[in-house]
């Protein structure tokens, strides 16, 4: 009988979460095994919950942390020193032996994927990538300036193993590495079955606390960045009322800053947002982010269109988003195919408070203290320059990146 088998290599929540998505989707009729690593933190919890959906064939565990911490950023003789001997490296960190697999999918170009590509490097066996967000859209992992690893003889062997991407929006994609992009299917809110396996593998439970304005933190200070991020959550906060206001925490940061600060209420839910996004009740709520592209999900895998607040220009400290060519061209594309009629990118503190303004007054009535600039008679409100502008159908016109 022809090999079916497909094994899907898992490092972060957001990949669990479409890993399972693909399972039930253009993996139907596969014979699928999962390989969560220790990349994903806590990952081991989760195993017991996916063995019991008998979505995969086996469900294994991979101690891969190490490895790559300690090759991502070699070169020379350590490079060449990580590849010898694959077979014995991965019986160490490996809860059980792979099996011969016709595809393989995963969704970072690590050491360790490097390594797996050697390993089936002489067999039938494709490698397919799939979305791990923005960075699936914009990065070419495999330039050979980017890395030492992408110029070692080894390390490059993933170039002829893989040939395409998987993406929720294909016609967003920006890179130039040739892979070809190819569709996955959206997620359909009102799959209720799909939900159900989502809140059972993620144990999901609605956050106890809620709030109309959600702020998603990022990861600065994990990274060891010195920002104004805090300083934005202040001006937003003052301008929609703390009870209006929350932050959801970045899983990374060390300390949950924001809420030590008074800035916030305690957020307790550490379920991944998408399934925040696939439960809650999203009519009434506003997102503000510095630039997270958990912020866009909404649009890109659930069709949802939030009303939705980019700060990244506001923002002090380096951001992808404002240094790189390619993923300003990311953002104008997004901006011009996907955003949906309530997307804002504020250029001054001044629209930001305005823009909140008009926010609160769409979901609280003025009596308590908003505008509600969306009763205005025919009028228009501009901000500075003019480059914030409201008409009767509020909200209709946004400021474009790079004009």
Known sequence: ???????IVVNSVYQLFTAVHIRRTILEDRDVDLLLTDVLPQGENY????????????VLFARTRELNQTYAGASGEKLSEGFRDIPKRFRWILSDELTYYVEIYFSNFDPFLRMLACQYYTLPCEFVCYEDGFSSYVIDYLREDRAAINRHPEGQKIRDKVESVFLYEPRLAVREDGLVNRR???IKREDQELRTLFNYI???QSPEEDA?????????????LETNDVELM?????TVGAGRFVVKPHPRNPENIPFQLGLTRKYS???PWELYLLNEDMRDKTILTVCSNAALTGRIVFQMDIPTVMLYPLFEGKVLWKEDALLRRYLRKFQRQFAGEHYYVPQTAYELKHILTYLGGRHEQSSKGFCDYSSVPGGELSGAG????????????????GG
């Open 1 to 7: 009988m022809l090999n079916n088998r497909v094994l």
């Open 47 to 58: 195993l017991p919950r996916l063995e019991d959906t008998g979505l995969f064939e086996r």
């Open 184 to 186: 996955l299917p959206k």
């Open 202 to 204: 993620f144990d999901y």
């Open 212 to 224: 109309d304005f959600l702020f998603l933190e990022q990861s600065f200070r994990a990274e060891g």
């Open 234 to 238: 202040e001006l937003c906060q003052e």
């Open 269 to 271: 839910n550490s379920a």
């Open 386 to 401: 003019g480059g914030f502008r409201f008409g009767t159908n509020a909200g209709r016109e946004r400021n474009y990146i």
